[in-house]
């Protein structure tokens, strides 16, 4: 995925999208005067399809709209919460944990992270040895994890990144509306 913003990003928009760079398989470039257009052939010249434009109002971010071939695939409206992000995620471990069942699929879908498989199926398909080395009641840890809850004092779903030592990191997206084009699913 390739995240870029609108014209003129606040630095809180370019801190964002670099944050998100850092949780996400994803690659951030500085939009400047590029078009649309152009953005898609970078992103095709990176070996991507999927592109991020992030939005902002009133100088922080509150949307984004993923692209997908040069079609628009979904919209996002969210504010963020940032928070320092020390730790670091092994993105090929990422893997996503809902609690808002209407959202599994839609996030799966929009930033490509498989979802979290269930204790015992992981453990399962584990060799002697991993089984030896790693207690069961640790396996379905926060390790290089995204996961969308509601949130405890606003009933707003929110996503939470977690480090590969279970640590929150990266910023905290609250969704407000999230919504695929080709399926007119909505929350």
Known sequence: ??????????????????????????????????????????????????????????????????YRDGELFATLKISVDFSPSKGRIVKDDLRLRCQVDELEKIISRIFGIPLEESRSDYYEKLSFKQKQKLKYREVKSDCNLLIIRTHQKKSTPVMEFFDA????????????????EDENSKR
């Open 165 to 180: 030592s279970g640590k929150p990191c990266g910023p905290r997206i609250y969704l407000h509306q999230c919504k695929l």
């Open 1 to 66: 995925m390739l995240i870029t913003t609108s014209r003129k990003p606040s630095q809180r928009t370019r801190t964002f999208c670099r944050g998100l760079e850092q949780v996400l398989k994803a690659r951030c470039i500085n939009r400047g005067k590029m078009s649309l257009r152009d953005v898609f052939l970078k992103a095709g010249e990176m070996g991507t399809n999927q592109v991020a434009v992030v939005s902002e109002r009133d100088g922080n971010p509150n949307g984004m709209e993923v």
